[in-house]
């Protein structure tokens, strides 16, 4: 009989270890010389126990050129991601929404720097998985964003294909069932705090193919875990780091998974250590009766509970909450802001208004013809 190993992954979701764009000059990016010290302060246990410690780099190593507010935002430094790797991350998912923000080049720049300062990516198209083979236990990294590409339609050098994937997941788990796969997904839709039915869907059919563990994120928010057959999903994983001002978007943990290898089945559990991002931006431990809340919007998903119609009614009415926030944070701290910056920023919340103001219009004549 083998003797029995256990492996600990600490999963984290989204780092932004920069300006969001909504506080360019104020947000994580400006304080980050300030804070660095602290942030992780009640996280490092976890992390330095861990054998992997993985997280979703929603930042791009990039030089802003002209300092004006597309510039410089979601950018940040080498000294973020050297900071990454001392705080005991091993693993950064490159595969999301803004990794393309600055341009390919930039992209292929963060990769590189990320590996310099010695932590492995994954989200590369066409890359072959990440393997890490670890007492006793072949662990197998996958990655894919699902989002539409707004920054470089034409050029994604990410892996965005769903089907793709799948078949890699299953050819893997066929030719090597004792590996325990991992896919890391960038999905779902922002402020939702809980799955979609198509998203649950699909979860279920990369389980069905062999994944052992999803980890997710995009929503912004920290979403419920589903154990279905013996696999763990974990459906959004929130921020991590972030100025993001609601709640919501501040409530947050590390999903904490255990493998135990030399038993006749895969053998995975998990525990969730919950945090939230003070009004200072640094990680405290929190209590995790939110979760507890998502965890049973989750089973109420699950059970078929809510239609797409009242999905995306919930998911609007956070969008409006989370809008009001910002905009008060805003009007209360627009002082802070550079002139250019500002400007700008209520020049495309003009635009903005005038452009949703003159599409309902059309759909009010519309529906009266």
């Known amino acids: 009989m083998l003797?029995?190993?256990?492996?600990?992954?600490?999963?984290?979701?989204?780092?932004?270890?920069?300006?969001?764009?909504?506080?360019?000059?104020?947000?994580?990016?400006?304080?980050?010389?300030?804070?660095?010290?602290?942030?992780f302060n009640d996280c490092m246990k976890d992390f330095h126990t861990a054998d992997i410690v993985i997280g979703n780099l929603e930042s791009v190593v990039y030089n802003p050129k002209h300092k004006n507010l597309k510039e410089l935002q979601m950018c940040c430094t080498e000294k973020e991601i050297e900071f990454l790797k001392n705080a005991g991350f091993s693993i950064l998912n490159l595969a999301n929404n803004h990794c393309l923000q600055h341009g390919t080049d930039s992209f292929f720049h963060t990769k590189e720097v990320c590996e310099n300062a010695g932590i492995n990516t994954i989200g590369i198209r066409d890359e072959k998985p990440l393997i890490y083979d670890l007492a006793g236990v072949r662990i197998a990294f996958f990655s894919v964003c699902i989002h539409i590409e707004w920054y470089q339609p034409n050029d994604i050098q990410y892996e965005d294909d769903i089907e793709r994937v799948l078949k890699k997941v299953q050819k893997l788990h066929d030719t090597e069932p004792d590996t325990v796969i991992v896919l890391v997904a960038h999905w779902g839709d922002e402020f939702a705090t809980f799955p979609s039915n198509v998203q649950i869907e699909l979860a279920h059919r990369f389980v069905d193919v062999g994944t052992d563990i999803i980890l997710g994120h995009h929503s912004h928010v920290f979403q419920g875990i589903e154990r279905y057959k013996d696999s763990i999903i974990a459906y959004g994983q929130g921020n991590f780091v972030s100025d993001m001002v609601p709640t919501m978007c501040r409530e947050t943990g590390i999903v904490k998974v255990?493998?135990?290898?030399?038993?006749?089945?895969?053998?995975?559990?998990?525990?969730?250590?919950?945090?939230?991002?003070?009004?200072?931006?640094?990680?405290?431990?929190n209590n995790g009766n939110w979760f507890k809340e998502r965890q049973v919007a989750l089973e109420e998903a699950l059970d078929?509970?809510?239609?797409?119609?009242?999905?995306?009614?919930?998911?609007?009415?956070?969008?409006?909450?989370?809008?009001?926030?910002?905009?008060?944070?805003?009007?209360?701290?627009?002082?802070?802001?550079?002139?250019?910056?500002?400007?700008?920023?209520?020049?495309?919340?003009?635009?903005?208004?005038?452009?949703?103001?003159?599409?309902?219009?059309?759909?009010?004549?519309?529906?009266?013809?």
Request: aromatic share 12%; proline share 2%; hydrophobic share 35%.
């Open 304 to 369: 078929g509970t809510y239609s797409d119609k009242e999905y995306w009614n919930v998911v609007n009415a956070h969008h409006s909450s989370c809008s009001r926030d910002f905009r008060n944070r805003f009007v209360h701290t627009f002082y802070k802001y550079r002139p250019n910056v500002f400007i700008r920023m209520i020049y495309e919340f003009i635009v903005r208004k005038i452009k949703r103001n003159w599409t309902h219009k059309n759909e009010q004549e519309v529906g009266k013809n």
């Open 258 to 285: 255990k493998i135990i290898s030399g038993s006749s089945r895969k053998n995975i559990t998990y525990e969730v250590i919950p945090y939230f991002i003070n009004d200072s931006l640094i990680l405290e431990q």
């Open 3 to 39: 003797e029995k190993n256990e492996i600990v992954l600490c999963s984290v979701g989204d780092l932004m270890l920069s300006d969001s764009p909504l506080f360019v000059g104020v947000g994580v990016g400006a304080a980050f010389h300030e804070i660095k010290e602290r942030l």
